[in-house]
C-alpha cells in the first residue's frame, strides 16, 4: 500500500523513525529534510529542513526521547561540492519537536 508519495523537493526517502503518536519520520537524501507523515492519512504533517542535502537517516534519543539526531553523508562529494555543502557528513541534534520517540525493541541474540 502507498503511504505517501514524496514530492519533488523531498528527493527520495532513505532512513525513518516512529515516534510515541505513531507518526513516520522519513530522512529525504538529496532534499536536505526530515518529514513527519502521518500514516493514517498519508499527509505531511511536519518539515524540519536542515543545513546540507544529503540527508540520510534519523532517530530519537535523549533521556526521554525527545531528541532527534539526523545523520547525513559526505561520500562521493568531490571538493567543490563539499565547499558548497560544509555540514555534508555530520550528526545534527533536533529539539523542541513537541513529540518523542519511543525506546527501542531489543532482541534476544
Known amino acids: 500500500k502507498l503511504l505517501y508519495h514524496l514530492e519533488k523537493e523531498e528527493q527520495m526517502p532513505d532512513g525513518m523513525c516512529i515516534d510515541a503518536e505513531g507518526k513516520l519520520w ?4 538529496d ?3 526530515v518529514i513527519r507523515v502521518d500514516p ?4 505531511r504533517i511536519q518539515t524540519v529542513r536542515l543545513p546540507t ?12 526521547y525527545s531528541e532527534m539526531y539526523v545523520t547525513s553523508a559526505y561520500d562521493g562529494l568531490d571538493k567543490s561540492t563539499l ?9 545534527f541534534k533536533i529539539t523542541g519537536l ?3 520517540g519511543i525506546p527501542q525493541n531489543f532482541y534476544a541474540a
Open 31 to 33: 532534499g536536505g529534510r
Open 53 to 64: 542535502p544529503r540527508i540520510t537517516s534519523c532517530c530519537f534519543g535523549g533521556k526521554d
Open 83 to 91: 565547499a558548497r555543502e560544509p555540514h555534508a557528513g555530520e550528526i
Open 26 to 29: 522519513v530522512a529525504c537524501i
Open 40 to 43: 493514517e492519512t498519508g499527509k
Open 98 to 100: 513537541g513529540v518523542k
